[in-house]
């Protein structure tokens, strides 16, 4: 008895040993080991409670703490309190819209790519960035694994294996609807917007680029027209590289041969049964010569249709090969569709009556005649040239551009319901050709990798890229996101390059390394949650440390955030949302940004302070020196901009309450600090500032001009 009682005990220490080890952070822990090698790195102190929870609030949220939530954490004694903190705010809605937006950004959404999307879609570039965020976000707030929502970008199509009458209908929603409801998009598997983008879509090149520098960290562009000077990288792995995305094709999808053999069947059919039956007609009722006559001009035009489809789909006769290129409905097609609709009438016509020439034997007269002196062959010969337009259209949707436009409606609306693709004006979509119809001949090859086997049909060589990418020992795709990761919390990355030369690396370089290898190997272990990531990072001692430089050498460390916490820049969003919070007010940003009742992480990139301020942007492949500075546009913007004044004014503000509330200008301006920085104003600050209200300005006033140099200074404007 005793002994089993010891083995127990003994068991529930080691899970405790357990439980504490696994507390441990493991950048604390690689950290506090680089200390003890370079003791010129002394630890650095702890901030505040109030300035913590105003930096990861800010960082996660997107917002800053309100006085209520400043007066509660400080006022918590719980020795856990961070982790409680940490835990609230990712599951808060304001963090996945924050990490939303992100990501979305990170991912390469741009109102200026999207409008060549938004133009065939019949809706606004703004409309499809908010859906792409809308999309990110969902993805974001149920902690998708990253490696998930890479392979979502990276094998996206537009149907998603779906049928084509389901991608009309959601094309037709768009289409019609007065507003854009963003959520529709949110609910697809794959973001197709991605290879919607202009470039993407008429540049290989930039595919295999954009992709190598988003997920990969690798910077391709030097390689496309000679050998990386620094980077290991040739112009043939560009090129093979590259090969990879050839298949990606933005156009028709076109008809496979037993979709078109189905409608050649149908189409031959239905006019050789309509001749039977005017056969029976004529033998019924052969005593009418009238109707005799005029039936064997019927079944002449009959006949004559029935031949021009065979001759345009004679190439898809089982056993016999030849080219679709010289079939008459290509020919007539072609030739009509560049000239204007009247012409096309006065080109085409000719064609088509020659071709329709027939000659017969008028029993009742007895003697023969031209059928094609009549006027009413005129309008036979039309009715033909329409239809050889669209035999020309099915044989060759999504291989060519034409549009023959005569009977685009009638096409698309029967296209629509046989269920089938191949229509002239059918939506263009995101597909991989089949490997009959790629005209590449370089060998695909993934980065410093195997080159891919022979492509048969139906492959998708991105697959085999995002298989790749997720084998442990490609470091390419984990290391990228601790890295950009990284960056937004600490304002650079660890590493400026993931093909860093290790031989040549100095001391504080290969430590960088080497915590980016932890952090990625910590980041696959926990099935690619970047929350967890973002839980290591925030809950670490770095994280925690005072933003005032522990030592005068600190601003030329080559390891600054050992030292302290580096101050960085708040984006356009962030900056409006802490205005909101201070100034107890919401900002409408008209709803040609955002829709109505959005909050700044809801907004469209194009709004105004996006683009000035600075927007919550991700380099896609960071380089050293070129780090985010706040620009002097930037910063004049929020002093001359009349939208931050009419929020400071507004009647229903914090900013005249207070004063109403407290007559003491001391007591207000107190007020300000706790509410715009997080902590408590020093005597001499609140002595100077009371000491410059003049004589005749009211206290609301002289609290208005105090809050609008407190938004412009540098201690709100900057996580510290």
Same mark, same amino acid.
């Given at each position: ?548 430089? $522990? *030592?005068?050498?600190?601003?030329? @460390?080559?390891? %600054? #955030?050992?030292?302290? &916490? ?5 984006? =356009? ?24 009742? $959005? *909050?700044?992480?809801?907004?469209? @990139?194009?709004? %105004? #302070?996006?683009?000035? &301020? ?5 380099? =896609? ?31 229903? @503000? ?67």
């Amino acid at each position: 008895m005793n002994g089993t009682l010891q083995v127990v005990c003994a068991g529930l220490i080691l899970l405790q040993g357990l439980a504490r080890a696994s507390d441990v952070n493991p950048i604390d822990v690689a950290v506090d080991s680089f200390r003890r090698e370079h003791p010129e790195f002394p630890q650095p102190s702890r901030c505040s409670d109030g300035i913590f929870l105003r930096r990861v609030s800010l960082d996660l949220s997107g917002y800053p703490p309100t006085p209520e939530e400043l007066a509660a954490f400080e006022a918590d004694t719980a020795p856990d309190k961070d982790e409680q903190l940490i835990r609230r705010l990712l599951q808060s809605d304001r963090y996945s819209w924050k990490w939303g937006r992100w990501l979305t950004l990170q991912t390469g959404a741009d109102e200026q790519e999207l409008s060549y999307a938004a133009a065939e879609m019949h809706c606004r570039p703004q409309d499809l960035f908010l859906a792409w965020m809308q999309w990110a976000r969902i993805r974001i707030s149920r902690d998708e694994s990253y490696e998930k929502i890479v392979e979502s970008f990276l094998i996206a199509t537009s149907r998603e294996g779906r049928r084509q009458s389901a991608l009309y209908s959601e094309l037709d929603a768009v289409a019609n609807a007065d507003d854009l409801d963003i959520e529709f998009y949110g609910k697809r598997q794959t973001n197709d917007l991605f290879w919607r983008r202009y470039s993407a879509i008429y540049d290989p090149e930039f595919r295999a680029e954009d992709v190598a520098n988003r997920f990969m960290g690798v910077n391709l562009t030097c390689a496309r027209c000679h050998d990386h000077p620094t980077a290991p990288l040739t112009m043939n792995d560009h090129q093979q590289f590259t090969a990879i995305f050839e298949p990606v094709t933005y156009s028709e999808l076109p008809l496979t041969p037993s979709e078109k053999r189905w409608i050649l069947a149908g189409v031959a059919a239905l006019p050789m049964g309509l001749c039977a039956v005017l056969f029976g007609l004529v033998w019924r009722y052969r005593e009418s010569k009238i109707l005799r006559n005029r039936t064997y001009r019927v079944i002449a035009v009959l006949v004559g249709c029935t031949l021009f489809v065979l001759l345009s789909y004679i190439h898809l006769i089982p056993g016999l090969r030849m080219s679709p290129g010289t079939s008459p409905g290509r020919f007539l097609a072609t030739k009509c569709d560049s000239l204007g609709h009247w012409q096309w009438f006065l080109a085409a016509t000719p064609l088509v009556m020659l071709f329709c020439m027939v000659r017969t034997r008028r029993h009742f007269a007895g003697r023969s005649s031209v059928l094609i002196d009549q006027p009413r062959w005129l309008l036979a010969a039309i009715l033909l040239c329409t239809f050889a337009d669209w035999v020309f259209v099915l044989q060759h949707s999504g291989d060519v551009q034409t549009r023959t436009g005569l009977v685009q409606s009638l096409q698309l609306n029967v296209m629509r319901w046989l269920g089938i693709g191949g229509c002239g004006q059918q939506p263009r979509e995101i597909f991989v050709r089949s490997a009959a119809a790629q005209k590449s001949e370089v060998t695909p090859k993934l980065l410093h990798g195997p080159a891919l086997d022979p492509l048969k049909d139906g492959d998708d060589p991105r697959l085999a890229l995002m298989q790749w990418l997720q084998n442990p020992e490609v470091p390419y795709l984990a290391e990228h996101l601790v890295n950009t990761i990284w960056e937004e919390y600490f304002g650079a990355p660890l590493t400026f390059g993931i093909q860093e030369n290790e031989e040549i690396l100095t001391a504080d370089r290969l430590f960088r390394r080497k915590l980016l290898k932890l952090l990625a190997e910590e980041l696959r272990t926990h099935h690619w949650s970047i929350r967890h990531l973002q839980t290591v990072i925030t809950t670490s001692s770095l994280y925690r440390a005072d933003s005032r430089m $522990a *030592s005068s050498t600190a601003d030329s @460390s080559p390891l %600054p #955030w050992l030292h302290a &916490f580096p101050k960085r820049r708040l984006s =356009a969003e962030q900056y409006l949302a802490a205005v909101e919070v201070a100034t107890e007010t919401s900002i409408d940003f008209g709803t040609n940004y955002a829709p109505t009742g $959005a *909050s700044p992480f809801e907004v469209a @990139s194009c709004y %105004p #302070w996006s683009s000035t &301020f600075g927007a919550s942007t991700m380099r =896609a492949f960071p380089q050293e020196g070129t780090l985010a500075a706040f620009t002097t546009e930037a910063a004049m913007f929020g002093l001359v901009d009349s939208g931050l004044k009419d929020q400071i004014r507004n009647p229903n @503000s914090w900013v005249l309450r207070v004063c109403q509330d407290d007559p003491d200008i001391r007591s207000c301006i107190a007020t300000a600090y706790s509410r715009f920085f997080c902590r408590n104003a020093q005597p001499e600050e609140l002595d100077r500032l009371t000491a410059l209200q003049p004589d005749r300005l009211t206290n609301d006033r002289f609290m208005q001009d105090i809050v609008w140099a407190m938004c412009n200074s540098a201690e709100f404007q900057y996580i510290h």
